[in-house]
């Protein structure tokens, strides 16, 4: 079990005050926190051997090289890639699902195509697709959720017929849903489909091992896992990104270039034009260590035990209303709606409290309007949340509702 | 508990005034905002000297959006096209008369942002 008191130890924002009363942050879903361990270490960057990487014949440039690329081999080791070659950093998950809708999409699509995705998805798996079928003619096909916001796996064989590829989330950032990620790899790659897993909430969540899940890429950010923004990865099985073109073009990414036509770089440069995020690329690898070091199995457990209580708690409040399935099916996620107050107006209320709260669509219009929502408030837990936080909402929104109810 | 949250503001969301609709508006106006569903529907009748003689405004919102609105409704009456077309943002945040943080700015404006798309369409 994770000791999460010792944990908020590590993260110096906690100690801070809102409105006058001790945070509470329950917005890990939209970017996590980060502790003294990461900042140390890009700091550190900065002090001692910040320089540009790759090709610099001098000790700094040698020294911020081996650090950054130190980072690519930690994010290999920690999704269980089979090489570092297949880590390509993008800027974020967004950033990572554009480029393979651009370069493998591109490649492969055509009039007539399909692609599948799940109608929870986060919109930055969706929009990518729809440009990507505007362009080549493709359509889109969605699997659907129920009304409790599971998928409905036993429509899945019969919506991949013509499929190319699936795209899919492993952790809903609104419902919380864990989906059956292995299920569907296995079934859309049986019907002759690539497969990308948007890993935005679930590789900071649970454990993740490529290799056991089969699928064909994986792209997820560094600022949700207690790194920083500003860099993503896109992991892609060596045979896919060894044949598609390239993203961006720039310095980095060429072998040679003449003044009518270049050659690409060897993986993963040939995806990583232009100067990267260096120090970003190191605060990641100091995020992934920290992660390690807590066990991701130690941090699915605790979220689950933390949702679970939440849940608990919340369910007791009159008119409040939990959006998805069930504790055991999800992540440490809970979007909710409470006696009509509008999500705004709470979100507003509990920030008094000390208490953030994410309010809105959170990026998932399509999935809001299918559960019959204009939206909906989230609170979402990550490592450093106690029960004491679950506990201080509650309070809050009792708050809230004697404020609002003045007026009802 | 906030200034935000004060009575006279949770008066108007109460107690919304000009609610409602015209029997011919001479002006329609319309905002809304798929970032957080918040809509606001205004309309507007003018008499001979095409000053505001009506107005009523439904819509579904947060407190602030819906609070604005109300107050704003007030406030149009009597006024000429000319000084509709000239109303500022920060006309409609003085009519709340609270701390409007730039998270809640756009709920305070969506009647303004409505109206001005409603006098773009009347010409």
Known sequence: MLDSEAIRTDFPILCRLVHDQPLVFLDSAASSQKPVAVLEAMEAAYRDCYANVHRGVYSLSEEA?????????????????????????TRNTT???????????RAHLGRGDRILLTEMEHHSNIVPWQLLAQETGAGLVYLPVTDDGLLQMERLD???????????TMMSNVLGTITPARQIVEKAQAAGAVVLVDGAQGVPHLPVDVQELGCDFLAFSAHK???????????????????????????????????????????????????????????????VDYLQGLGMDAVAAHEREMVAYAMERLGALEGLRIVGPPADRRGGVISFTFRGIHPHDLAHLLDLEGVAVRAGHHCAQPLHKRLGLSATARASFYIYNTAGDADRLAEALEKAAAVMGRVR | MSDLYREHILDHYA?????????????????????????????????????????????????????????????????????????????????????????????????????????????
């Open chain 1, 225 to 287: 896992m207690c790194g920083p923004t500003g860099i993503g990865v896109l992991y892609g099985r060596r045979e896919l990104l060894e044949a598609m073109p390239p993203f961006l073009g720039g310095g980095d990414m060429i072998r040679r270039v003449e003044l009518y036509r270049s050659t690409w770089n060897d993986l993963p440069w040939k995806f990583e034009a232009g100067t990267p995020a260096i120090v970003e690329g190191i605060g990641l690898g100091a995020a």
């Open chain 2, 15 to 123: 107690n919304p005034r000009n609610w409602g609709r015209l029997e011919q508006p001479d002006i329609i106006a319309d905002a809304d905002d798929p970032s957080c569903g918040d809509q606001v529907h205004i309309e507007i009748g003018l008499d001979g000297e095409r000053r505001v003689a009506r107005v009523a405004f439904e819509g579904e919102g947060c407190m602030v959006s819906m609070a604005s609105a109300s107050m704003f409704s007030e406030y149009l009456k009597g006024k000429s096209l000319e000084e509709l077309r000239q109303l500022t943002e920060d006309d409609v945040l003085a009519l709340l008369d609270a701390p409007i943080g730039p998270g809640r700015r756009r709920c305070a404006l969506s009647p303004l942002i409505a109206l001005r798309a409603g006098l773009a369409a009347y010409q």
């Open chain 1, 65 to 89: 090289t081996a650090r950054y690329e130190a980072a690519r081999d930690k994010v290999a080791s920690f999704i269980h890639a089979t090489s570092r070659e297949e880590v390509v950093f």
């Open chain 1, 95 to 105: 950033e990572a699902i554009n480029l393979v809708a651009y370069t493998w999409g």
């Open chain 1, 158 to 168: 019969d919506l991949l017929d013509g499929v190319k590829l699936v795209a899919f």
